[in-house]
């Protein structure tokens, strides 16, 4: 899952699962075909198909989608999926992939720390906008799906709530509207698995935020205390299971893409997708795939970026169709402070509820002086398995060197444990903005600077004491937001030529709703808790989500692209002291790490003017990606009569599409680049004049033409050109920002200029 931390990378260890070799020929296993556009015709053509190249065809048959598009998925052997990959009217054929799944107070921090209020909003509750999770399933009994004070369902719903084990239709109400669950072929063997209910925590988690009800109180264990809420209270909910322990795999995620789109949800959030390491092609691609089809049909789709940073192109679902989200800080922190001898105290980040006492009375011992005769000291001073002797350990706290980063954590804290250690004491420079849980073990995170402070007082005491308090909550802690150290990074591995991440909200340390049951996550002598803290773009992509439903939900008649544009264009890049957003390491941020910056909730409602990317724009993007124009037909439904593919094509072309950013790729010394851009007039005001200002990174020249535009009418459309010349070499990518300002509104998107050629999309 898009969650980071201790227990998410543990969970779902999986990435693609796909048979290589010449064994794989003669093995059957799950494919995908992939069809296109949604046709009557084909729906009754699958069998017809399977029939072709398989005599097992109703037993091969695993998923059949209809709705949204058109194709199935089947078991086949490498052979018959080749023969269904060369049939008249299909996209393509690929083996089933398995993805990984990828808040009280971090609402009231959008609001109050980075917003704005606006005069005289329309009055609306949003409870007409349903919001779909492609996740894990949901706990329907938790109070954050109460649907107290809620109307009815609203008529237009389609949708359903799919009985299974444990979980019936009158788990469903008026919050919870919709439930569904889809199975992989290792579920099916266990009739657990054919539930929606949420057996990870994450689906319950992601819905809450998004759309959970006002929930007084809420806390982990008196942590983070507070009124638990969602980002649009008052939308409804659609629960769509695809994942589970096994992971998330791609024939449910394009089932519940489906369903989804004939339900008629509003908005989808999904917290999962790819490994960087390894980035389907755009039309092998479930996320991608559903995506396009449902932004087709009018649903805005918002996705995590994926937890494989701070690296460069690490960032995934990174299609131009979707809003892909990174994640930050928010100003509260998780205290877990050391107390050293002398009553000298050094800060800490964890989440603990141990009591080892409030003075400096525990021995303290540098775990490299406590190596064992023939362990290596490397190994002693990190903690390793096997590496000190359990006599020198044994009642004291061990402070610990981390040079192998937030993987091996959790082993250092077993090891501590096992020796008879009463606590650790653990430097790591970029995991410590973020809190681990380590329940009852005294266990925190400090920084290198600390650490030399630490084992300073351990090398000049004779006999160093100290104790770990139990964690504190820290509120207005400054500064923040900070993007994330897991958060995924730019530039988008599939073009160069879209800058994604999107956009950026809080993602560390979020708490929400979670499964009743998890005894994994109980402090001992508690009960399980009804909420839990976690990190992860996982968690910053449901808060985007609802923020989209807000701005449904006011703007009903607004596309996918307008909603993008809002929350990008409205987006802020300062954070709660006034100065630029940094990264967690204190690095001033980019577009690579944080898109158009951190999204806001009210802004987004009223934005003046917006970018929308229409259907020509993505067959465009399909064409200059390398797909030919009979591959585009099969794809899209809205395909314009005698439609094809420009000639000449290049990746550089997809700067042009009218997407609210923009991303220069191979520009040479003395050569100048030129894009356009159309911006539609939102403003109820109907006549209002723009004009540009434009941030200019060193060693660029940036141009806008005109520099005003004039709007008289509401929904009015209006151009402009931007060109970019080099006027030296280009070493790294530069960063700037063009926006649009009539004095009560700034439109703002950012641009990024590098000299380094996009790669070309499809082979």
Known sequence: MQGVGKLWFLLVPLCFLIEKGSSAAQKEQVYIVYMGAANDYLDHHYFQLLTSVSKRKKTNL??????????????????????????????????????????????????YQLDVELDQLPSSGGSDTVIGLIDSGIWPESESFSDKDMGPVPSHWKGTCVEGYNFNSSHCNRKLIGARYYNSPEDDEDKTYQTARDMVGHGSHTASTAAGAMVPRASYYGLAEGTARGGSPGSRIAAYRVCSANGCYGSSILKAFDDAIADGVHVLSI???????????????????????????????????????????????????????????????????????????????????????????????????????????????????????????????????????????????????????????????????????????????????????????????????????????????KPAPMVAYFSARGPSSITTNILKPDIAAPGVNILAAWKANDTEETVIGKEPPLYNMISGTSMSCPHVAGIAAEVKSHNPTWSPSAIKSAIMTTASQT???????????????????????????????????????????????????????????I??????????????????????????????????????????????????????????????????????????????????????????????????????????????????IPFVVSSKSSKKLKN
Not at 80 to 108: C, I, M, N, R, Y
Not at 370 to 378: F, T
Not at 624 to 633: A, E, I, R
Not at 731 to 737: P, W
């Open 575 to 633: 954070n709660n002291v006034k100065a630029a957003i940094t990264t967690d390491s204190g690095l001033e941020a980019t577009p690579y790490d944080y898109g158009a910056g951190e999204a806001g909730t009210t802004r987004p409602l009223q934005p003046g003017l917006v970018y929308e990317t229409t259907t020509i724009d993505y067959l465009n993007f399909l064409c200059y990606s390398g797909y030919d124009t009979v591959t585009v037909k």
């Open 62 to 111: 695993v998923h059949s989608y209809r709705h949204g598009f058109s194709g199935f998925s089947a078991r086949l052997s490498e052979t018959e999926a080749q023969s269904l990959a060369d049939k008249p009217g299909v996209a393509s054929v690929f083996p089933d992939p398995v993805f990984q799944l990828h808040t009280t107070h971090s609402w009231d921090f959008l609001k």
């Open 271 to 477: 917290s999962l997708g790819a490994p960087s390491s390894f980035m389907p092609e755009l039309d092998k691609d479930p996320i991608s795939i559903g995506a396009f089809h449902a932004v087709e049909n009018g649903i805005t789709v918002v996705c995590s970026a994926g937890n494989d940073g701070p690296y460069p192109r690490t960032v995934v679902n990174s299609a131009p169709w979707i809003l892909t989200v990174g994640a930050t800080t928010i100003d509260r922190d998780l205290e877990s402070d050391i107390v050293l001898g002398g009553n000298k105290v050094i800060k800490g980040e964890g989440i603990n509820f141990a009591n080892i006492g409030k003075y400096p009375v525990n021995p303290l011992v540098y775990a490299k002086t406590a190596k064992k005769a023939d362990a290596d000291e490397d190994d002693a001073s990190n903690c390793r398995p096997n590496s000190m002797d359990e006599s020198k350990i044994k009642g004291k706290i061990v402070f610990c060197d981390n040079e192998e980063g937030e993987s091996q954590e959790n082993q250092k804290k077993d090891e501590v444990q096992r020796l008879g250690g009463i606590g650790l004491i653990l430097v790591n420079d970029q995991t410590k903005a973020v809190a681990g849980s380590y329940k009852e073990f005294p266990m925190t995170l400090i920084s290198s600077k600390d650490g030399a402070q630490v084992l300073l007082y351990i090398n000049s005491t004779e006999n160093p004491v100290a104790t770990i308090l139990p964690t504190t909550t820290v509120t207005n802690y």
């Open 635 to 748: 794809i899209s439904k809205n395909m314009p009569e005698g439609f094809t593919c420009p000639k000449d094509l290049t990746t550089d072309l997809i700067s042009s599409i009218n997407y609210p950013s923009i991303a220069i790729s191979g520009l040479a010394v003395n050569q100048m680049k030129n894009v356009s851009r159309t911006l539609t007039n939102v403003d109820g005001d109907g006549n209002a004049t723009y004009t540009s200002i434009i941030v200019v990174p060193s060693g660029v020249a940036v141009g806008v033409g005109p520099t005003s535009l004039q709007f008289t009418t509401n929904g009015e459309r209006q151009t402009f050109h931007a060109s970019f010349k080099a006027d030296k070499p280009i070493d790294d990518d530069v960063f700037g920002a063009i926006t649009w300002t009539n004095g009560k509104f700034k439109v703002r």
